[in-house]
T-cell receptor, first 118, second 112 residues
Framework: AQTVTQSQPEMSVQEAETVTLSCTYD???????LFWYKQPPSRQMILVIR??????QNATENRFSVNFQKAAKSFSLKISDSQLGDTAMYFC???????????????FGQGTILTVHP | EAQVTQNPRYLITVTGKKLTVTCSQN?????MSWYRQDPGLGLRQIYY???????DKGDVPEGYKVSRKEKRNFPLILESPSPNQTSLYFC???????????FGPGTRLLVL
């Protein structure tokens, strides 16, 4: 079984500043994937970043990076140089790797609403 | 254009009237999945499919059925909808389960 917890229901940040969204997870799998998805007001779900748990290096995608702390089961998302278009709900999610019991099962957190102010 | 399509986008129905929400992808993806989104609960997985004729339950399968007769299509069936199935539904697909999932635009369902 997997659980994903996002403890910040809402966050706000000024344009051009940096913000970090928190995510903790629990899994019995030895290998797994972690994701951050973004849902803007249009409701479209878009992948922000993906991390394979066996890789030590933190994933980055342009202004988006993660701080993956495997022992602490923490997977926070850092957004640098925040832009108005970053305003969205952000979801953290996990899935077990092939061979595990949760392969194919994607578990989401409750989401964090991020507002970027001009 | 690579995409996941869902129909209908909006649906109002009454309790007990069977309905089907269609989902189709044109990316030749093996994996497809259905989710429902409710305020404060995030997205919860209903059913997923690893390939044609292979489906499995997610976290909230009660009251739903699925089928995967063709690779591109993965319809969600509500045999006897109830008001607690009022929700926003998303279909998604990916090449393999651990890869990036591409989501459809969502179907907003209201069951009276």
């Amino acid at each position: 079984a997997q659980t994903v917890t996002q403890s910040q229901p809402e966050m706000s940040v000024q344009e051009a500043e940096t913000v970090t969204l928190s995510c903790t997870y629990d899994t019995s799998e030895s290998n797994y994937y972690l994701f951050w998805y973004k849902q803007p007001p249009s409701r479209q779900m878009i992948l922000v970043i993906r991390q394979e748990a066996y890789k030590q290096q933190n994933a980055t995608e342009n202004r988006f990076s993660v701080n993956f702390q495997k022992a602490a089961k923490s997977f926070s998302l850092k957004i640098s140089d925040s832009q108005l278009g970053d305003t969205a709900m952000y979801f953290c999610a996990s899935m077990g790797d092939a061979g595990g019991t949760s392969y194919g099962k994607l578990t989401f957190g409750q989401g964090t609403i991020l507002t970027v102010h001009p | 254009e690579a995409q996941v399509t869902q129909n209908p986008r909006y649906l109002i129905t009454v309790t007990g009237k069977k309905l089907t929400v269609t989902c189709s992808q044109n990316m030749n993806h093996e994996y497809m999945s259905w989710y429902r989104q409710d305020p404060g609960l995030g997205l919860r997985q209903i059913y997923y499919s690893m390939n044609v004729e292979v489906t499995d339950k997610g976290d909230v399968p009660e009251g739903y059925k699925v089928s995967r007769k063709e690779k591109r299509n993965f319809p969600l069936i509500l045999e006897s909808p109830s008001p607690n199935q009022t929700s926003l539904y998303f279909c998604a697909s990916s090449l393999n389960p651990g890869e990036t999932q591409y989501f459809g635009p969502g179907t907003r369902l209201l069951v009276l």
